[in-house]
């Protein structure tokens, strides 16, 4: 069965430092994997997706990650945190089950970013 | 760009009440879907239908029912109301050719209090 467990409840970085969110990953084939992003009072947006081609996946607003099938690892980084990066995360791994794809989601890291 | 509208942002109905929530999509997505969301427990998938008046139950079904008598329109109904029942409800769509390389498309919410 496929699951997926993000690391960290909460993530606290000051503006223009790096960004780390965590995501594990348990599949037993290839996997599709997401993240969306949740902003306050807002619907899931997309920001980056693997659907096996390259392992290094660039998504919207400067943040990307990287697949890594030894560890089952899909981390999301960004290089420099900005105030409107505050918002909530959630890593997603797609199951086909039927005549569609299953989202699977992690219980969220919120990231909070101070000046 | 694909638009997930869901009807209400706020609502507020007292225990036993019958509650209707709407979602209409406007990309003829075959896939629909509702969660509700939870803090800590990321999103849940209560129903989805993957075709005009077809629902196959997710994975927190009971307590809700849903209607999909056109393409475009999903509906989840609360058929009593219950204070557990408070949450922030999401819809989504996707096409079934093209979910596993991008995903789902999400409305804004729907936060729902029983009082």
């Known amino acids: 069965a496929q699951s997926v467990t993000q690391l960290d409840s909460h993530v606290s970085v000051s503006e223009g430092t790096p960004v780390l969110l965590r995501c594990n990953y348990s599949s037993s084939y290839s996997p599709s994997l997401f993240w969306y992003v949740q902003h306050p009072n807002k619907g899931l947006q997309l920001l980056l997706k693997y659907t096996s081609a390259a392992t290094l996946v660039k998504g919207i607003n400067g943040f990307e990650a990287e697949f890594k099938k030894s560890e089952t690892s899909f981390h999301l980084t960004k290089p420099s945190a900005h105030m409107s990066d505050a918002a909530e995360y959630f890593c997603?791994?797609?199951?086909?089950?039927?005549?569609?794809?299953?989202?699977?989601f992690g219980a969220g890291t919120r990231l909070a970013v101070h000046p | 760009d694909v638009k997930v509208t869901q009807s209400s942002r706020y609502l507020v109905k007292r225990t036993g009440e019958k509650v209707f929530l709407e979602c209409v999509q406007d990309?003829?997505?075959?896939?629909m879907f509702w969660y509700r969301q939870d803090p800590g427990l990321g999103l849940r998938l209560i129903y989805f239908?993957?075709?005009?008046?077809?629902?196959e139950k997710g994975d927190i079904p009971e307590g809700y029912s849903v209607s999909r008598e056109k393409k475009e329109r999903f509906s989840l109904i609360l058929e009593s109301a219950s204070t557990n029942q408070t949450s922030m409800y999401l819809c989504?769509?996707?096409?079934?050719?093209?979910?596993?390389?991008?995903?789902?498309?999400f409305g804004s919410g729907t936060r729902l209090t029983v009082v």
């Open positions: 997603v791994v797609s199951s086909p089950s039927g005549g569609y794809n299953k989202l699977i």
């Open positions: 990309m003829d997505h075959e896939n």
């Open positions: 989504a769509s996707s096409s079934v050719y093209r979910d596993r390389d991008y995903g789902y498309t």
């Open positions: 239908s993957y075709d005009v008046k077809m629902k």
